[in-house]
C-alpha cells in the first residue's frame, strides 16, 4: 500500500470506492455475503456484476472465467475479510491465488478484522502471511479501534488519487474530526509497539 484516505466512516469507504474507480467495461465479482457497504457500492457502479455463493471458490472462478468471457477489461474480487454476521474469515490465500491466475484485483474489507486478527492487528492479509498482495484494504477507525467513526481506504498511490477527484463520500462529506485523527494515530503506535491487548 502506497497510500491511504480517511472518510467519515467506513461505510463510506466502500460505499465510494467502486462507482470512482470501475466503470461499463468492468467486473465485480462478490462474494454473496458482503456487507451492505460494498453491496450498496456496487449498486452504485456501472460495472458488470457477479455474485458467488459465500466462500465458494469454485463459484468465484466460475465467474472470473464468465467476466472474460464478456470481455471485462478490470476484475475486482470483493469479500469481507471477516464476515459481519457469522465470523467467517475469507479464504484470503485461494482469493489470492485465483485473482493472479485470472489477472484480477483484490478488494478486501478489513472493518470486522483490523485491530483484531493477525499477530499485530493488521487484519486477514496478516493472518494469511498475504501483507503487500492485498490490492485494495478498507478498514474502519471504530470498532476495534476504538475510534467510534471515521474509515479508510488503503492503496496505490495512483488508485486513491482517482478516490481523491472522483470519490462522492470523499468530496462531499466533512473530514473526521481531529480528535478521531489523534486517536486512530496513537492506537496504530499502540498496534506497532506491542500486541499484548490483541493477546
Known amino acids: 500500500m502506497d497510500d491511504a484516505i480517511l472518510y467519515p466512516s467506513g461505510f463510506d469507504s466502500n460505499a465510494g470506492f467502486f462507482e470512482a474507480i470501475l466503470g461499463p467495461e468492468d ?3 462478490s462474494d454473496s455475503l458482503n456487507h451492505a457497504s460494498i453491496i450498496d457500492g456496487v449498486r452504485l457502479s ?4 457477479f455474485r458467488y455463493d459465500h466462500m465458494d471458490m469454485e463459484h ?3 465467474n472470473l472465467k464468465d467476466a472474460d468471457a464478456k470481455g471485462a477489461k478490470l476484475k475486482a474480487i470483493v469479500t469481507d475479510g471477516v464476515f459481519s454476521m457469522d465470523g467467517d474469515i ?8 485465483l485473482a493472479k491466475k485470472y489477472n484480477a484485483f483484490t478488494f478486501v474489507d478489513e472493518c470486522h478484522a483490523t485491530g483484531i486478527f493477525g499477530e499485530n492487528g493488521k487484519g486477514t492479509p496478516e493472518l494469511f502471511n498475504l501483507e503487500g498482495q492485498i490490492d485494495v484494504i ?13 474509515g479508510y481506504t488503503a492503496a496505490s498511490a495512483e ?4 478516490l481523491r477527484n472522483k470519490g462522492r463520500p470523499y ?4 473530514s473526521i474530526a481531529p480528535p478521531i485523527a489523534g486517536a486512530s ?15
Not at 46 to 49: A, E, I, L, T
Not at 185 to 199: P, R
Open 185 to 199: 494515530i496513537e492506537v496504530m503506535k499502540m498496534l506497532k509497539e506491542s500486541n499484548d491487548l490483541i493477546k
Open 90 to 97: 475469507a479464504p484470503l490465500d485461494d482469493i489470492v491465488f
Open 27 to 29: 467486473a465485480i465479482i
Open 60 to 62: 468465484l472462478e466460475k
Open 138 to 150: 478498507s478498514s474502519t477507525l471504530g470498532k476495534a479501534l476504538g475510534g467510534g467513526t471515521g
Open 159 to 162: 488508485v486513491c488519487d482517482v
Open 46 to 49: 456501472k460495472s458488470m456484476r
Open 171 to 174: 468530496l462531499f462529506s466533512n
